[in-house]
């Protein structure tokens, strides 16, 4: 039919995007962005009975310019939405926002002067968790699903967010 | 030629030898007091350091400047805020009950203590005694609470210091923790479980052994602790001498909780003013009189050990009976129990304010859509938090909401003696001093 | 070896003047409540003392504060050694509802101004050495709310005066560093004052309106 009858075995046809968006979704690294109740729960999750290691994403890395992923575990102030931000923007491209819990999401129950209503106010969100705080398994579920989503995107699209 | 001591400070710059041309070419002579002080600052080495609020070490959104003479710390400054969230403000514009639901989001290491010290700050106005089991189950629940909250902060602590072993110990036995949490209260953090009155609803069939069989688990565990890290050398040289703080000094600044008692004050108001049933137990106030940071390791490890004691002794204790106040006014109507469906559910209760008791159907709604009202006054309740005193000022007008929720918390106050602590030590301790106040962002910031 | 330095912005001498309570905790008995009251409105006799849930409150005039605080540290007697808690609550002028449920209920009688607005500041002041505590009410005019500092005789207050001035904008005379705490720094406006609104966005359940998804989201329309 085409090129992929006369190979030989052991090769295998696949295009630059998807192999890239291969290995980065299975070397995601988040940054360290605990805010609050959360932040423990992302904690448990990297702990020995949720065990985040099995997804190659063990590694919290403290410095912003060396992770991929930043989960906003957590209540957003006004006080700490430009930090927020700029620890956003530290962070090299590609790189992709996990919205965790419901009060980073969309504020949640505290609907009021103090937080930021929704952290998508201040840096684009790729995948929402909603729970209060979510489960490990809930996070685990939201960055599986991230994978998927990286895997399935095209440059352009990600150049167009950045 | 004899050394006369004085010699030196009378000696004529004459005395010296002559200065030559190369000498003068290595030095800069400037003259006027701005360059002199900008020389000045260079020369000494005063420098002042951000760090945070982003920060691996730093216990969550704390942001601390630090003024270092070199490696020395000369001024620590927290600028804290950054988790601010309005609960107080929150509260009051919910119903009593809904208040549950906020402040246990306030400290998340430590939710029922919250829970508690808000329920015991509306009982107190209300007036009314909660019922014996309730008051049990809460005491089980509050100690379990500290031994997860301790174990949190050993974990956290740990990794702070390189050690990564304690912290997969620390969380592997609060999963166990709030498991137990999770079987009562349908979550594992952020519980509403303590309501006004009582609790939410009974705990399970199997509450006593499991709670006996997790006590025995956590004994067992607690001997890894102390394999691991009471005699660790690289735990002594990291903690011990560092972070010191003495009684005066904790009392002048508010300092409650573990810090105080490692000072050497037996200051626990589980012991001084004792609620929820406390003075039943037996248990011992841990003091040591070093006032550094081992030293609250070590007093943080045998309170986790008393807790376990209080347990022991509550689960014997633990009476039959209901978990609610008998007052069909504050009583949450309905004690459902989870039926073959997955549902909670109660049908004797729905039979009778269906089909019964229009009565029944008005205080149903009456209550569940408006709440109770509390009679006007103002009332102090503090509690014995793992963190020190969690005190509750909370101002009623008579209304079904709370006037004023102000929460003493314990974390905010401990936080000024970061300064004090960290003063005159080495950068890399600063770590260590604000991990052995254990903070909670939460906590402090509201 | 020690390395406690003194605290910023107090004086030395406030160290010296503090009961040494290292063991003093379990030793001696608390007053009662009765015996606190008669203590200080001897020596104070303009404090109002005042005994509702098992608590005592004392209702000082502003000018008084700091002497009556300081009398509560340094006597023998009362040995207050500890700052409990500090807070504000703000009684805007006005009417309240407390009238109808004070006359439908019978509950006792609140004390509350409304010909002019007030923000009430409480001291929770505790003896570890004798375990008593009890509470002090200072009120202050919230058009322009100002009170004398405590920070000279607890230093603890430091922190706690900070979140008064930052949610009620009560000016302590004699702070050394009054500026907001919790708050950003360039907030208007006291959060926790009755006439400051809860605020937040409305989030409408009714009719035809609905958030949008947030790429199509315009902010001013959410909140309008």
Excluded at chain 3, 23 to 43: E, H, K
Aim: net charge negative.
């Amino acid at each position: 039919m085409g090129l992929e009858e006369k190979l030989p075995s052991g090769i295998l046809l696949t295009n630059v995007e998807r192999i890239v968006n291969y290995t980065r979704a299975n070397s995601l690294w988040p940054a360290t962005f605990g805010l609050a109740c959360c932040a423990i729960e992302m904690m448990a999750s990297g702990g020995p009975r949720h065990d985040m290691a099995r997804f190659g994403m063990e590694v919290f890395r403290a410095s912003p310019r060396q992770a991929d992923l930043m989960i906003v575990a957590g209540r957003v102030s006004n006080k700490m939405a430009p930090v927020l931000r700029r620890i956003y923007d530290q962070m090299s491209d590609p790189k992709w926002v996990l919205s965790m819990g419901v009060c980073a999401t969309s504020g949640g129950m505290f609907n009021n002067y103090a937080l930021v209503q929704g952290v998508d106010h201040v840096v684009p969100v790729d995948m929402y968790v909603p729970g209060c705080p979510p489960r490990p398994e809930m996070l685990l579920d939201g960055i599986l699903k991230l994978h998927e989503k990286i895997k399935h995107e095209t440059f352009a699209e990600q150049g167009a967010r950045a | 030629m004899a050394i006369d001591p004085t010699a030196a400070h009378t000696a004529t710059p004459a005395a010296t030898p002559p200065a030559t041309a190369a000498d003068l070419d290595d030095d800069i002579y400037v003259e006027g007091a701005d360059w002199e002080s900008v020389v000045d600052a260079v020369s000494d080495d005063h420098i002042t350091v951000n760090m945070g609020p982003q920060h691996p070490s730093t216990h969550g959104v704390l942001r601390l400047v630090l003024d270092l003479d070199g490696e020395t710390v000369t001024r620590l400054t927290p600028i804290v805020g950054y988790l601010h969230t309005g609960i107080e403000k929150n509260t009051e514009v919910r119903t009593w009950v809904q208040g549950t639901t906020f402040v246990t989001r306030m400290d998340y290491l430590s939710p029922f203590f919250n829970e508690a010290a808000f329920c015991l700050a509306t009982e107190k106005l209300l007036g009314i005694e909660v019922p014996e089991r309730a008051e049990v189950v809460r005491v089980i629940l509050l100690e379990f609470n500290r031994i997860a909250s301790h174990l949190v902060w050993l974990a956290t602590g740990g990794m702070e210091l390189g050690s990564t072993t304690v912290m997969e110990f620390g969380f592997r036995e609060r999963e166990h923790v709030l498991d137990l949490f999770e079987a009562q209260s349908g979550l594992r953090m952020n519980h509403a479980y303590i309501r006004p009155g009582g609790l939410a609803q009974d705990v399970t069939d199997d509450f006593l052994e499991r709670s006996a069989a997790l006590v025995d688990l956590l004994t067992e565990r607690m001997r890894d602790y102390e394999d691991l890290l009471v005699e660790n050398p690289i735990w002594h040289a990291r903690l011990k001498n560092v972070g010191h703080i003495d009684a005066d000094t904790c009392l002048r600044l508010g300092v409650t909780g573990p810090v105080l008692r490692a000072a050497g004050v037996p200051w626990d108001l589980r012991k001084a003013q004792p609620y929820s049933g406390y003075e039943r137990y037996e248990f011992e106030v841990p003091t040591r009189t070093e006032g550094d940071s081992f030293a609250r390791f070590l007093i943080r490890l045998e309170e986790m050990r008393q807790s376990m004691h209080i347990i022991r002794q509550a689960l014997e204790l633990l009476p039959g009976g209901p978990v609610m106040v008998d007052d069909k006014r504050i009583a949450w109507p309905s004690q459902q129990s989870l039926g073959a469906d997955g549902i909670g559910n109660d049908p004797d209760y729905i039979r009778h304010i269906m089909g019964e008791s229009m009565e029944a159907l008005i205080n149903h709604f009456k209550l569940v859509t408006q709440g109770f009202t509390v009679p006007p006054g103002q009332v102090y309740v503090p509690v014995e938090s793992p963190r020190g005193e969690l005190g509750y000022a909370v101002t009623s007008i008579g209304t079904n909401k709370p006037y004023r929720v102000h929460v003493r918390a314990p974390s905010f106050v401990n936080l000024q003696a970061a300064d004090v602590m960290a003063r005159g030590q080495g950068v890399a301790d600063v770590v260590v001093v604000v991990a052995s106040l254990d903070p909670v962002m939460g906590d402090v910031d509201r | 070896m020690s390395h406690v330095t003194p605290v910023p912005g107090t004086s030395p001498s406030v160290g010296a003047q503090l009961p040494t309570t290292t063991t003093g905790v379990a030793g001696r008995s608390a007053l009662s409540l009765d015996d606190i009251a008669q203590r200080i409105t001897v020596r104070f006799p303009a404090v109002r003392a005042e005994q509702a849930f098992g608590e005592l409150t004392l209702h000082v005039e502003p000018d008084d504060l700091l002497e009556v605080v300081t009398f509560c540290r340094d006597d023998d007697e009362l040995s207050c050694e500890l700052l409990s808690d500090l807070s504000g609550v703000h009684w805007p002028a006005g009417e309240h509802t407390i009238a109808r449920q004070t006359s439908t209920t019978g509950w006792p009688d609140y004390r509350v101004s409304r010909e002019q607005g007030v923000v009430e500041v409480l001291y929770i002041l505790r003896s570890v050495s004798r375990n008593h505590h009890f509470r002090i009410s200072a009120g202050t005019v919230d058009t322009s709310p100002r009170l004398p500092s405590v920070t000279g005789v607890y230093p603890t207050a430091n922190f706690h005066e900070r979140e008064v001035y930052d949610f009620f904008g009560v000016e302590f005379d004699g702070h050394p560093d009054l500026t907001r705490i919790l708050m950003p720094d360039d907030w208007v406006g006291h959060p926790h004052r009755k006439d400051y609104p809860l605020g937040g966005i409305d989030i409408p359940y009714k009719n035809d309106k609905f958030i949008p998804p947030p790429h199509e989201r315009d902010l001013r329309e959410v909140i309008d």
